[in-house]
Structure formats: C-alpha cells, structure tokens
C-alpha cells in the first residue's frame, strides 16, 4: 500500500497580521487551506491543515479598514514540536512601512526563526518577502515579489537572488508569490504536494479559480490537466477517476457518474476539457504510474497500482505520450 501523501499531523500555519496587512494575501490562501481540510474529512482523511492567525497586538486594522481581533500572541516556534509554516503578507504603499511597534516586534520575532524545510518554513506572500528580507531570511535564498517591491527586495537583502515575472518562486523552506493572488497559486501548489494533485484540482474548483504555475515550475501534472472549466457534472467525472484510476473505466461508466449518455459525455470532454474521456484516463493513469515509480515501486507494481493491464502497456503508454527515458530510469537510483 502507498502512504498516504499528507503527514499523520496536521500542519500548523500562522497567518502574521500586522496593522495594514493586506487581507486578500491571507483570505486566499487561508480560504484553500480550508476547502482542502474540508475536502479531506469527505474523503473520511484528517484534515492536513491546523490555520493560526498571529500578530504582536491583538487587534488590528486590516489594509481595507476592517478590523481583525483575537489574533494570537508571537509563538515560540524553536521549541513548538511539529510541522510549521510562517505566512508574511503585503501591506498596502510603493514601500513598506516598518517603524511601528508592531513591525519592529514582528521583525525581532522573524529573527529568531531557524528555517529547516519540513519543519519550519517560510511562505512570503506579495511584499511580504520585503518583511523577510528585513528579517534576514532571504540570505542565501531565490525570492520574488510583486513587481513594484522588487528593487525594494533587492536593496532590503543584497544576498537574495531576486526572481521576477514569475507566479511563484520555491527554494528550499522559503517559498514567495508575486502578489495577493499569486497567494492562492502557491497555497495550491503546497497543497498538491502535501495531498495530492487530485486534491489541489478539487480545492480550485471549489474556489472558482484558475490554476497558475510559474514558468520555471515543472509541467502542470496530468491530475490538473484539462480541468480549468466550471462544468460541474465533468468535474464530478474527473474527481471519481482521479481518485481511483485503477479501477476499470469505460466511457459508460464516466457516463454513469456524469448523469448522462456517453455520447453526450464525449461532446462535454471536448469542449470543455479539449481531450477525449479515454485519452483523460490514459494520461492520469500514466501520471499514477510515475508517481508510484518516483516512490519506489517496481514497473510491474507501478502498471497494477495505476490500472495498466501489463508493464508492457505501461512502457507503451511512455513512449506513445513523450515522457521521457524509460519507466524504470524514474524510480529510486539502483544499487
């Protein structure tokens, strides 16, 4: 049996609210961080996200005026057992304002965080890598930020390699987005690899959003392909076969948990997917079989797992969609 993606504990977020945070840097991600929880207890799964929202003042006026109160004291992080990601936001302005009381406290507590990737990480949202640069933990780092802050990243960390045009930028524990709603694209992206990219394409379908990688980003996976169409019966086929591509699926059967024809299920896949609905199962099954090859599996376990009849169909599959190399070159280095 494969393990199941997500960690056996939750992950522990904190949301760092100053005064004038802007709100849809931490709405978003928070909102998906939700959805996937939620999408999760349906699945009969725990839920892979706990969500803090902290700050060096209980209360405070938010970058659209609206306050938000109860936020939680600045947690000792070093000596907090668990996985943790530390969320820094934007505020409005050409640049940040950092002589409050608040900004100073955030940033003494920012200086205090030792980053280590799958214990402590750092997800810098808009502006929010300019707070970090400040706190010294850009150092060493790729970063990126909205546009208009760059030469701002660029003076506030000289030892940050700073990355533009891009959605998102990962290295290591620091992870940083281009804007608000960049936010979303990477809150995406970090649920996709905790979960599941299955998961991920259900969390944006909820949303209603679009899903965006970086340039420098792998290829979309296979399980996000063809899935940026509001239909609601062919995203309830995409879900039952991506969440058990093993199983023996016909056009009929698509067509059964669609609620209608097969015929009429193939017209729905062209024109709101652009593929045909066996060619959608080819290609996820293939994405199954090489995700249980990079976790080890051997080809014949890896055909099985993912619902080719043989490893020979498997291979063929390979070569017919362009992966490249071999099924057996993407697991593990052999000894």
Known sequence: MVEDPCLSRAVHIHFLILPDSLILDW???????RVANQALRAQGRPPAFELHFIGPERDCRSSVGAWVGGLEPLPDLQATPGCHWVVVLGQPGDTLDLDSPAHRSAL??????????????LLCICAGAVLAAHAG??????????????????????????VRNRVFVLDGPVCSSAGVTTGIDLTLHRIAALCGPALAAQVA???????????????????????QHLHPALHRVQDAVSQAPQQDWTVPRMAEVA????????????????????????????ATAAAALQAGLGVSQAAAMAGFSSDTQLRRAWHELGMPGRPSEHGPAQV
Do not use: K, M
């Not at 709405?27 to 961080?33: I, Q, S, T, V």
């Not at 003494?108 to 990480?121: D, F, I, K, N, T």
């Not at 379908?205 to 899935?227: A, K």
């Open 108 to 121: 003494h507590w920012l200086r205090g965080l030792r980053l280590q990737q799958g214990r402590l990480e």
């Open 137 to 162: 933990l850009l150092a060493g780092h790729r970063a990126t930020t909205h546009h208009q802050h760059l030469d701002e990243l660029r003076t506030s960390e000289p030892a940050c390699e700073v």
């Open 259 to 286: 609620h209608t024809s097969a015929r009429h299920l193939a017209r729905l896949f062209a024109e709101h997917a652009g593929i045909a609905p066996l060619n959608y199962l080819r290609r996820l099954r293939l």
């Open 27 to 33: 709405a978003g991600p928070a909102e998906a961080l």
């Open 205 to 227: 379908q909820t949303l209603v959003v679009g899903l965006r990688r970086g340039p420098q980003d792998p290829e979309l996976s296979p399980f996000l392909h063809h899935r």
